[in-house]
């Protein structure tokens, strides 16, 4: 099993672009997250997602969006970047609520 | 609003120490508590689950405890090596919701 596979490691954005961070689990869990880690900060979370086709809002959820069409898949887009949006982004999941949750390796994103 | 906290939020101690890193939350109304690792540039690694009905929970070298009432959980480390330095986070979760609350986490250094 590669676990929870995310994608870019590493990316800078302009102000305004857009882009799509990928996340994939194979693990058949059917829970998935996205969370953003700030220095000197707790991690916070962005989306969730229950099973596919279902997503739902966490802390900090605006300028960004999430689909769930099958259940490896839980890509986060950006829309019209922000400097306030450079950040570490992990992505993490779990068989259910209460679980272990296993996190991904990281993206790195910077809006220049 | 559940805070959790970690203090320090930096140590150092000499290999083969016996060491205890402290997390407290202010919702005693927990569903469970994770302890993570985080190695620079990684993603976090969980370590140990304890669910609200327990008290605590071993792991080799490891055991995390649970005191509701007090609003605390202990992360001890037994016989330290130099492998065991890493960023350890504390993260709760309560009952009816999917957030994990995170603490900022305690920066651990075994010094060989």
């Known amino acids: 099993n590669a676990g929870v596979t995310q994608t870019p490691k590493f990316r800078i954005l302009k102000i305004g672009q857009s882009m799509t961070l990928q996340c994939a689990q194979d693990?058949?869990?059917?829970?998935m997250y996205w969370y953003r880690q700030d220095p000197g900060m707790g991690l916070k979370l962005i989306y969730y997602s229950v099973g596919a086709g279902i997503t739902d809002k966490g802390e900090v959820p605006n300028g960004y969006n999430v689909s769930r069409s099958t259940t490896e898949d839980f890509p986060l887009r950006l829309e019209l970047a922000a400097p306030s949006q450079t950040s570490v982004y992990f992505c993490?999941?779990?068989?259910?609520?209460?679980?272990?949750?296993?996190f991904g390796e990281g993206s790195w994103l910077t809006v220049v | 609003k559940q805070e959790v906290t970690q203090i320090p939020a930096a140590l150092s101690v000499p290999e083969g120490e016996n060491l205890v890193l402290n997390c407290s939350f202010t919702d005693s109304a927990i569903y469970n508590l994770q302890w993570f690792r985080q190695d620079p540039g990684k993603g976090l690694t969980s370590l140990l689950l304890i669910q609200s009905s327990q008290r605590e929970q071993t792991s080799g070298r490891l055991n995390a405890s649970l005191d509701k009432s007090s609003g605390r959980s202990t992360l001890y480390i037994a016989a330290s090596q130099p492998g065991d330095s890493a960023t350890y986070l504390c993260a709760v979760s309560v009952f009816g919701n999917e957030k994990l609350t995170f603490g900022t986490g305690t920066r651990l250094t075994i010094i060989p």
């Open positions: 693990m058949n869990h059917n829970y």
């Open positions: 993490a999941s779990s068989y259910y609520r209460g679980n272990t949750i296993y």
